[in-house]
């Protein structure tokens, strides 16, 4: 919320696959969270990054993303 997304990304970096926590749950999180806090664009950004990757979206984040990317006319294509 405080605009610190890149802080957000190393974070995700470092703690995903440790600890019992996925790479996919730390992307979903960021991004859900982007999401809330109105970063809606670096939400998006986050979201195409994994799928591109591989990553699977959980069910919230891919919703969410989903039906704002297609109120807005965006292209779905990854």
Known sequence: ???HIEEAHKVV???GGNG????DECNSCL???LFRAG????AEVVFRRMLARGLKSDTISY???MKWMCSEGRNLDV
């Open 63 to 65: 919703e969410t993303m």
């Open 20 to 23: 019992g926590i996925s790479n």
């Open 31 to 33: 991004v859900l969270s």
């Open 1 to 3: 919320m405080d605009g």
């Open 13 to 15: 970096d470092r703690v």
């Open 39 to 42: 970063k809606v664009k670096e």
